[in-house]
């Protein structure tokens, strides 16, 4: 009678524990940030960098400004976050300043280099960010892809055509 017991009790256990990691991967998912609002604009520079121009023309871009809001969320953990803005040149390349580890972060289980990194103080209300992003080589005609990145996850992302 006891043995039966016992094993009733650790079947109960083993299916707790199992709801548990449901709930756990529920929470984990519930809190991915969202990426709303997200523009990208080729940058040139005037003044020895105290103007900023927007152009379309790849020669003329010494930069690309990368504006994004994150949205609502009360089930995330607030306090300090880093955006991460990863592009992919026409070329099929990742534009970063330099490729050593400093710009190297991981997201959705690889990793790669990121052009423009933000920290943000998230306080679980939607909150508006921008970054600079440039790159060690100049900019080519062609579309670019932007994906923006936060916490190990992509949110967001879209795209720039510069002539």
Do not use: H
């Amino acid at each position: 009678e006891i043995t039966g017991e016992l094993n009733k009790e650790k079947t109960k256990t083993s299916q707790l524990d199992k709801d548990k990691q449901d709930l756990q991967a529920t929470i984990n998912k519930g809190s991915i940030l969202t990426c709303f609002s997200i523009t990208a604009t080729g940058i040139n520079l005037k003044s020895g960098g105290k103007k900023q121009v927007p152009t379309s023309k790849a020669k003329r871009s010494d930069l690309i400004k990368v504006s994004f809001s994150l949205g609502e969320n009360k089930i995330a953990r607030s306090g300090s976050k880093d955006v991460y803005v990863r592009i992919i040149t026409p070329d099929g390349k990742e534009m970063a300043k330099n490729y050593d580890d400093n710009y190297r972060f991981t997201f959705d289980k690889s990793s790669g280099y990121f052009a423009g990194k933000q920290a943000l103080n998230y306080a679980n209300v939607e909150i508006s960010g921008v970054t600079y992003c440039e790159g060690k080589d100049p900019l080519v005609p062609g579309n670019y892809i932007i994906e923006v990145s936060c916490d190990g996850v992509i949110i967001g992302g879209t795209s720039l055509r510069l002539d």
